[in-house]
């Protein structure tokens, strides 16, 4: 009776935890570059690309950026390594990047805002960062008008799409600020695991296979 007791509080713990799966999560940059250190790693720095506009979605080496237009500008102030970088087309709207190679599971990226003496005084826009991963959606607020910003997140299920909004600056609204992205990095760590569910079931099935027994010998028992 306590070994049924166990395996039934067993499979209750594995049907909860289908239910509370990890969300993705938001990394530092140290993080980040630590975990991917021994990964297969893909940076696109835009340096192999002509510079100018781009209308449409824009497909680049680990992945694809929607917007209505885009640019890949030069220059060192705007971009936080190298000589290139790409640059959003406009203030408004929602920048989306997805299309990632198969069983990517982190992302990372430099915001980059341009010199930050040209924006002294300047207030900061508010953005907000949505991270669909395959378990679940991660909504990041942050303010910035700084030389790179940072942004790293991790999926250990796998992301499918990042989207990134400059909100503008409160209360208005009022959206000050292009920005650039620079270093565009994804690397791949699946691993393969027992879905909860599944244990949750072999769990049942060997609950019922012990009422069973017991129910087969309580019959023998009884005939006797």
């Not at 790693?41 to 449409?56: A, C, K, L, M, Q």
């Not at 030069?74 to 997805?98: A, P």
């Not at 982190?106 to 207030?123: C, E, K, L, Q, T």
């Not at 994804?186 to 599944?198: D, H, L």
């Amino acid at each position: 009776m306590n070994l049924l007791k166990q395996l039934l509080s067993l499979s209750a713990f594995c049907l909860v935890s289908t239910q509370t799966s990890a969300l993705p999560i938001q990394l530092s940059e140290t993080d980040f570059n630590s975990q991917i250190s021994t990964l297969s790693s893909i940076v696109e720095d835009f340096e192999g690309y002509s510079t100018g506009r781009n209308p449409g979605p824009f497909v680049f080496a680990n992945g694809t950026y929607s917007d209505n237009e885009s640019w890949i500008v030069r220059g060192g102030s705007l971009c936080k390594d190298g000589d290139k970088c790409l640059m959003n087309g406009s203030l408004e709207g929602v920048k989306t990047f997805n299309n990632f190679h198969a069983g990517t599971t982190y992302w990372g990226v430099y915001i980059d805002f341009g010199d930050p003496a040209s924006h002294a005084g300047d207030p900061a826009d508010l953005f907000n960062v949505n991270v669909y991963g395959n378990s679940g959606l991660l909504s990041v607020d942050f303010t910035a008008n700084q030389q790179a910003y940072f942004l790293g997140f991790h999926d250990a299920t796998g992301i499918d799409r990042i989207t990134i909004e400059n909100l503008g600056t409160p209360p208005n609204g009022l959206r000050r600020h292009f920005f650039n992205f620079d270093d565009i990095t994804t690397a791949s760590a699946i691993v393969s695991v027992p879905e909860p569910a599944a244990i949750g079931l072999f769990v049942l099935g060997l609950v019922a296979l012990s009422i069973k027994r017991k129910n087969t010998w309580a019959t023998r028992y009884s005939a006797h």
